[in-house]
């Protein structure tokens, strides 16, 4: 399990409705998650990115991603490298974005309590 740290588990079929606009999503992506909270400790998580066809619309990962479920209704085992490749840099980008917005929530967090 030494690569627990980067283990990604898609969900195709039923993802979650998107948190943003509340719209069915796409597809869905839990992956680990750490990171360190204000004493520097690292802390692990897990967190969970759902491609919706509104919200992500011209994030060129997820316009990726998008374009090959419109062309690909099922799929085929010949796709599935296609895929992984589309699915990997749309959840290397999703993964991202969070990691800023727990920043943006950590430094929210200490100017609210003064600390900043
Ligand atoms: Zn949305």
Same mark, same amino acid.
């Given at each position: 399990?030494?690569?627990?740290?980067?283990?990604?588990?898609?969900?195709?079929?039923?993802?979650?409705?998107?948190?943003?606009?509340?719209?069915?999503?796409?597809?869905?992506?839990?992956?680990?998650?750490?990171?360190?909270?204000?004493?520097?400790?690292? @802390?692990?998580?897990? /967190?969970?990115?759902?491609?919706?066809?509104?919200? %992500?619309?011209? !994030?060129?990962?997820?316009? $990726?991603? +998008?374009?090959?479920?419109?062309?690909?209704?099922?799929?085929?085992?010949?796709?599935?490298?296609?895929?992984?490749?589309?699915?990997?840099?749309?959840?290397? @980008?999703?993964?991202? /974005?969070?990691?800023?917005?727990?920043?943006?929530? %950590?430094?929210? !967090?200490?100017?609210?309590? $003064?600390? +900043?």
């Amino acid at each position: 399990m030494s690569e627990l740290h980067d283990e990604i588990v898609l969900q195709l079929a039923d993802p979650p409705n998107c948190a943003r606009c509340g719209g069915p999503g796409r597809v869905s992506a839990r992956f680990s998650h750490s990171w360190k909270n204000a004493s520097g400790e690292e @802390v692990p998580g897990i /967190r969970e990115a759902t491609l919706c066809p509104v919200c %992500d619309r011209d !994030e060129p990962t997820a316009d $990726g991603l +998008l374009a090959f479920f419109t062309v690909h209704k099922t799929l085929e085992p010949s796709e599935l490298e296609t895929f992984h490749n589309l699915a990997a840099a749309w959840v290397a @980008v999703a993964r991202a /974005r969070q990691v800023d917005q727990q920043q943006l929530d %950590d430094e929210y !967090e200490r100017s609210h309590n $003064g600390k +900043l």
